[in-house]
């Protein structure tokens, strides 16, 4: 799980008080989980305060380890009441979506629930937060490039030998 401090900035320089992630790149980018797209929709919902996943309940393991709120659904009750519960105390005038990826299941649950009801699109601060690396993944890059280096000689001491 990253460490949501630069994506809450990037959300306050938008005036954004809540920002909806679903299934894809950017969720797996922010919480290292992998989910896809199903009839059961999932939602990770990061506000300035605190983070919350609305899931199914057969997926609720792949979080545990975050020890982020979650409210979870089956499929007899299906996600209404779960977006229900989360909206329960909170109302945002603006939500920020992720417009390529989210569907209108999520968009519809999130309006219906009372969520929000003007949405924004907010693609934007994936690609910028994208250009912030902590100091491990600078690491990681450098030890890339040197791993990448010398496996580019290695190949090119071998071809000069054959030539």
Same mark, same amino acid.
């Given at each position: 799980? $990253?460490? !949501?401090? #630069?994506? $809450?900035?990037?959300? #306050?320089?938008?005036? !954004?008080?809540?920002?909806?992630?679903?299934?894809?790149?950017?969720?797996?980018? %922010?919480?290292?989980?992998?989910?896809?797209?199903?009839?059961?929709?999932?939602?990770?919902?990061?506000?300035?305060?605190?983070?919350?996943?609305?899931?199914?309940?057969?997926?609720?393991?792949?979080?545990?380890?975050?020890? %982020?709120?979650?409210?979870?659904?089956?499929? *007899?009750?299906?996600?209404?009441?779960?977006?229900?519960?989360?909206?329960?105390? *909170?109302?945002?005038?603006?939500?920020?979506?992720?417009?390529?990826?989210?569907?209108?299941?999520?968009?519809?649950?999130?309006? $219906?629930?009372? +969520?929000?009801?003007?949405?924004?699109?907010?693609?934007? +601060?994936?690609? #910028?937060? $994208?250009?912030? *690396?902590?100091?491990?993944?600078?690491?990681?890059?450098?030890?890339?490039?040197?791993?990448?280096?010398?496996?580019?000689?290695?190949?090119?001491?071998?071809?000069?030998?054959?030539?």
């Amino acid at each position: 799980m $990253r460490d !949501l401090t #630069q994506l $809450r900035k990037l959300m #306050q320089l938008n005036s !954004l008080s809540c920002l909806v992630v679903v299934p894809g790149p950017n969720m797996s980018y %922010l919480t290292g989980s992998k989910f896809h797209l199903s009839e059961r929709p999932v939602v990770f919902i990061v506000e300035m305060d605190k983070a919350t996943f609305i899931l199914p309940e057969l997926e609720s393991a792949k979080i545990s380890k975050f020890g %982020l709120d979650s409210i979870t659904y089956n499929d *007899k009750e299906g996600p209404e009441g779960a977006f229900r519960k989360f909206s329960n105390s *909170k109302t945002f005038s603006e939500v920020g979506i992720e417009s390529r990826t989210i569907r209108h299941l999520e968009l519809d649950l999130l309006q $219906r629930t009372g +969520i929000a009801s003007n949405f924004v699109d907010s693609i934007d +601060i994936f690609a #910028q937060l $994208r250009m912030y *690396k902590s100091n491990d993944e600078l690491s990681f890059m450098r030890t890339a490039v040197e791993i990448a280096e010398k496996s580019l000689e290695n190949v090119l001491d071998n071809i000069r030998r054959y030539l």
